[in-house]
């Protein structure tokens, strides 16, 4: 009887602990590298471009579903390339009026909002509208 139990105690240690594994691994937070909002307009615009350190990517848009795809080495070199130029400044007011596009960028542990693009921002905005387009399918 007590070989039994020195075999059997292993034998379910190391299954308990290979069924935890993928459990665990779903848990583990991804790091996001930057993240780009598109809020506003007449038409309710309210897209969200999320990019991991991983180089893959999460596209959601008002409608439709959330798709996760992985960028290419070209797009992911041209992507941080743009990021190294970033300035991100400090969020504007929102103007008066309406139909406006709100342009939210996070990005190093700074969150800043503008509606109107300053340069350093125009490449990685359009990088990351073009991603949108390439990938994002509708329903």
Known sequence: MRIWRIVLLPVLL???STSMAPAQA??????VLVELREQGGFAGLNNRV????SGCVR???????????????????????????????????PPQGADFI??????DKRRVSRYQLPATWQPLVRHLEKIMEKYWAPD
Do not use: F, W
Not at 50 to 53: E, I, L, P
Not at 61 to 90: F, N, Q, S, V, W
């Open 102 to 107: 709100k342009y939210t960028l996070t990005y």
């Open 59 to 93: 596209l959601s848009r008002r409608t439709g579903p959330t798709i996760d795809k992985c960028l290419t080495a070209k797009e992911e070199r041209k992507l941080r390339g743009y990021l190294r130029h970033l300035k991100m400044g400090r969020s504007e007011r």
């Open 50 to 53: 999320v990019v991991y350190g």
């Open 26 to 31: 779903e848990m583990a937070p991804k790091r």
């Open 14 to 16: 190391l299954a308990l």
